[in-house]
T-cell receptor
Framework: GDSVTQMEGPVTLSEEAFLTINCTYT??????LFWYVQYPGEGLQLLLK?????DKGSNKGFEATYRKETTSFHLEKGSVQVSDSAVYFC??????????FGKGTMLLVSP | EAQVTQNPRYLITVTGKKLTVTCSQN?????MSWYRQDPGLGLRQIYY???????DKGDVPEGYKVSRKEKRNFPLILESPSPNQTSLYFC??????????????FGSGTQLSVL
């Protein structure tokens, strides 16, 4: 079945550091790929998405590129802020009915 | 304001006492879904609905029921809760494109504790 593997956290960074959160997937067909973010005490929000190979999703300074050859969708940001502290979920959808989520990676950014 | 509203936000109950967690969306979305979030396991889908009167099982449906009598509402029912259903629950909805092409809108979550 479909699956998503994320790097375990927490990831601890200082403000303005470079961020990478690794995500790889296993799926049949050509899934759409997503990053969702969950701030403390809130529900998940879509951060960015890519629907086909080589697409780059971007939002709020975050980027991720759909790499079919390596089945990856790594999240990057050039300079993190304290306000980026949250849990980040990589997800894929191979059909209408559901998203398959990774286990989540907690990011902690200190001033 | 477009939103998914879940109630209650927190719920403590005892084993075997039936409960319902409500979910309502104001975006006229066809698709609605329930997830549970557990430490180290991420989010797992319980049930989903593609439209009124159409529901189907997700990955972890045991011990749960749902109904979709109106487009805006998708309640989650625990007929006889057990401690292993202690979890953080999220309702989500999206439009005609479904989970593949549309972003999911999530509620703020319901923290359930079953003693």
């Amino acid at each position: 079945g479909d699956s998503v593997t994320q790097m375990e956290g927490p990831v601890t960074l200082s403000e303005e550091a470079f961020l990478t959160i690794n995500c790889t997937y296993t799926a049949t067909g050509y899934p759409s790929l997503f990053w969702y973010v969950q701030y403390p005490g809130e529900g998940l929000q879509l951060l960015l998405k890519a629907t086909k190979a080589d697409d780059k999703g971007s939002n709020k300074g975050f980027e991720a590129t759909y790499r079919k050859e390596t089945t990856s969708f790594h999240l990057e940001k050039g300079s993190v802020q304290v306000s980026d502290s949250a849990v980040y979920f990589c997800a894929l959808s191979a059909g209408y009915s559901t998203l398959t989520f990774g286990k989540g990676t907690m990011l902690l950014v200190s001033p | 304001e477009a939103q998914v509203t879940q109630n209650p936000r927190y719920l403590i109950t005892v084993t075997g006492k039936k409960l319902t967690v409500t979910c309502s969306q104001n975006m006229n979305h066809e698709y609605m879904s329930w997830y549970r979030q557990d430490p180290g396991l991420g989010l797992r889908q319980i049930y989903y609905s593609m439209n009124v009167e159409v529901t189907d099982k997700g990955d972890v449906p045991e011990g749960y029921k749902v109904s979709r009598k109106e487009k805006r509402n998708f309640p989650l029912i625990l007929e006889s809760p057990s401690p292993n259903q202690t979890s953080l629950y999220f309702c989500a909805s999206t439009g005609r494109g479904g989970a593949t092409n549309e972003k999911l809108f999530f509620g703020s979550g319901t923290q359930l504790s079953v003693l």
